[in-house]
């Protein structure tokens, strides 16, 4: 096996931060640790779990690698927590590499927060079925729960509620063919009850109807006014952090 010869050349290109919408990754270091390995040091805020961390390395010859998993180890991937000195371990004979060439080491935060939940479009699948506009708003991904039975709720009562409409037309009706009061008393009675009942039904038909979408509006409108907010693309600028070792086996 070839050996490192060092001190080779270590030195630090640009220590900008790299900011992809909240997520910033700065005083990026590399150091050997053995004659198979590379450390790769950097710092990081604004990390979500759902962001991930990655590296290339970019050869003299313009050729970009991409390290495969099995051979990265250490604060890779996912999970990643804000702190310094976060450290990856890159065993570049795992990879069958053999760098013998000055290479660019570049850190990248990649966030997966561009993928909001929905906006406020939404609110008019709620306008057509309560609950059902709703699942799609949450956060951090679509959540059905109960709410389906919210459209069942609103249109059960809204089905009742013009069925007892019916039986109220039906029983006075009947109470104006009687010739008499006595006889035409129950069928008033129960043409009232009947009409109370749809009135109570088809108003809260309406309340759960009316929250659902204002609800699902508004959780929409503030999950757009997020996404604005945290719009990402990728950026392969000069503003990134990246550290340039020279080394050879």
Same mark, same amino acid.
């Given at each position: ?150 459209? $069942? =709720? +609103? ?8 069925? *007892?409409? /019916? ?5 006075? !009706? ?39 979408? $204002? =609800? +699902? ?8 006014? *997020?996404? /604005? ?5 990728? !950026? ?14």
């Amino acid at each position: 096996m070839k050996h490192f010869f060092w001190p080779l050349f270590l030195s630090l290109l640009l220590l900008q931060s790299s900011s992809w919408a909240q997520v910033q990754v700065s005083n990026v270091r590399v150091q050997p640790i053995d004659d198979t390995s590379l450390e790769i040091l950097y710092d990081i805020t604004g990390a979500s779990p759902t962001d991930s961390v990655y590296f290339a390395v970019k050869q003299r010859n313009g050729s970009i690698l991409y390290p495969r998993r099995k051979a990265v180890s250490g604060d890779y991937g996912k999970g990643i927590t804000d702190g310094t000195n976060r450290r990856i371990r890159w065993n570049i004979f795992a990879e069958g590499f053999e760098l013998t060439d000055e290479i660019q080491v570049t850190v990248h935060a990649w966030t997966s927060r561009l993928k909001r939940p929905g906006g406020p479009g939404y609110a008019l699948l709620s306008a057509l079925a309560p609950g059902i506009g709703n699942i799609f708003v949450q956060n951090p991904s679509p959540k059905i729960g109960v709410r389906p039975l919210l459209t $069942v =709720a +609103t249109y059960g009562l809204i089905i009742y509620g013009i069925n *007892q409409h /019916r039986d109220s037309r039906k029983e006075y !009706d009947l109470y104006l063919d009687q010739k008499n009061t006595t006889d035409a008393q129950p069928y008033y009675e129960r043409a009232n009850k009947a009409h109370q009942r749809y009135y109570i039904a088809t108003r809260l038909a309406a309340v759960i109807w009316a929250s659902d979408v $204002v =609800a +699902t509006f508004l959780k929409g409108a503030r999950n757009q006014r *997020q996404n /604005r907010a945290l719009a990402v693309r990728m !950026d392969y600028q000069i503003g990134q952090p990246v550290a340039v070792v020279r080394y050879t086996f």
